[in-house]
């Protein structure tokens, strides 16, 4: 289920990422090419959808764009906001479902529809409104699009706010080189060693900041010692997304001193992202925390993050440690299982972000899944240093000549072969999480 959900996800983190990349010569022509490719989208299964902007001075919403396989609505029509009183719950929810009320667009064919909010919010009579509305409109509105709604208002607010970014570049240029300087301040050093955990991790962005993210965690009480491990990854891009890495960081470490069960500890961090990124709130987060237990015991939690890589060479397995929760920030009240592996002598447990498997090449070939397994193979018996090494020297080599760069982040964990501790009986035995 959560394979599929990612996967929808995914699609639609491309398609906007696509939208936002391209050149506009106004917000409102942004906007239209938002409309227009949702409804033409066919995993959408959108009818139609429109582009609504608020007249804060005569309290209405009027429309500046349709488009779709409906009738035509009268181009500048109206509705006044004291009509429509659920709109100003519209800030708080981010996205809303109703069916239509308006005679007019009821005889158009709009019976059900879903909107969100974008732009800046702009107080009308005393309530806040958002600068734009996106509605969207089908026989029935899927669970599943209404829920991905929230992240197409946000990412296209951030696209918004971009054109006024363009007047303050020198000024802001300026606050990344800063921002650089405190994200790579903030990184843990590379190599850590955790009793027979040989760890080495590497985050190399794509621009002077970077939305991806790791850290090593030390969890010491009284009854037992565990390292937590995070990698993270924030949906948005440049200084928005270092932000949310930075306070992420933070978050993370104070969380965890509150939070001993994982579940809980990610619990609080989407709360926490929903509460203060209104805009930006999505990012994919992998926590584990290494345990000392005489079957070295690994436990995680995945909010929609790339799966991790297990390497058991001994039996030649792979394992993936598949999502666990929804991405972070996704919606307001989310749950988040936790899961366990086993790490044998030997073992290699690779976690990684979108900017490995997701590099390109000259002919838009992805390096993939099977490419890392096959390195993770190869160069199992090497440190964890040399085989984030060779990880990342192909992954180089194969996007050289690619114009499409994305922050790589990579943390690979080893037990050591040659450190023996107790183990159990039935060493054999495959566990199954």
Known sequence: MFSNYNKVQRETYRLLEN??????????SLLKSVVHDIADHKTFEILGGRVWKLDNVEAKYSLVYQYGNVKKIPQGYSINISD??????????????????????????????????VGELVKVRGNKYFQ???????????????????????????????????????????????????????????????????????CIPANEVGGDYFDYIDNKTDEEERLGIAISDAASKGLPAAIQALFLSGAIRMA??????????????????????????????????????????VIYAN?????????????????????????????????????????????????????????????YEMFGDDRLIQLIKKHHTDTSEVIAEKILESVIKFSTKSDDADDRTLIVIKRDPEIIVEQTQNSDTIPET
Request: glycine content about 6%; hydrophobic content about 40%.
């Open 19 to 28: 939208i936002t990349q391209k050149r506009y010569k106004s917000a409102e």
């Open 303 to 363: 909010a929609g993050h790339f799966p991790p890589i297990h390497y058991r060479p001994d039996y030649d397995k792979i394992q993936r440690l598949n999502p666990t929760g929804g991405i972070l920030g996704l919606m307001q009240f989310q749950r988040f299982g936790m899961e366990n592996i086993i790490m044998h002598p030997g073992d290699v447990l690779v976690l990684y972000t979108d900017g490995i498997t997701e590099a390109k090449n000259e002919n």
């Open 132 to 202: 734009y509305i996106l509605s969207f409109n089908a026989p029935s509105i899927l669970q599943w699009f209404f829920e991905t709604l929230s992240i197409i208002g946000s990412v296209t607010t951030v696209a918004l706010r971009n054109f006024s970014a363009q007047a303050r570049q020198k000024r802001m240029d300026l606050d990344i080189i800063k921002a650089s300087e405190i994200q790579r301040s903030l990184l843990p050093d590379h190599h850590r060693r955790f009793h027979d955990y040989d760890i080495f991790g590497v």
């Open 84 to 117: 429509q009183p659920f709109l100003k719950d519209l800030v708080e929810s981010r996205v809303l479902i109703n069916n239509e009320t308006d005679y007019l667009l009821k005889l158009k064919g709009i019976q059900t529809y879903s909107i969100t909010g």
């Open 256 to 297: 965890s001193d509150f939070s001993p069960r994982i579940s809980l500890l990610l619990n609080r961090l989407n709360t926490l992202i929903w509460d203060k990124f209104p805009y930006e709130r999505f990012v994919t987060l992998f926590y584990c925390e290494l345990t000392l237990s005489t079957t070295r015991l």
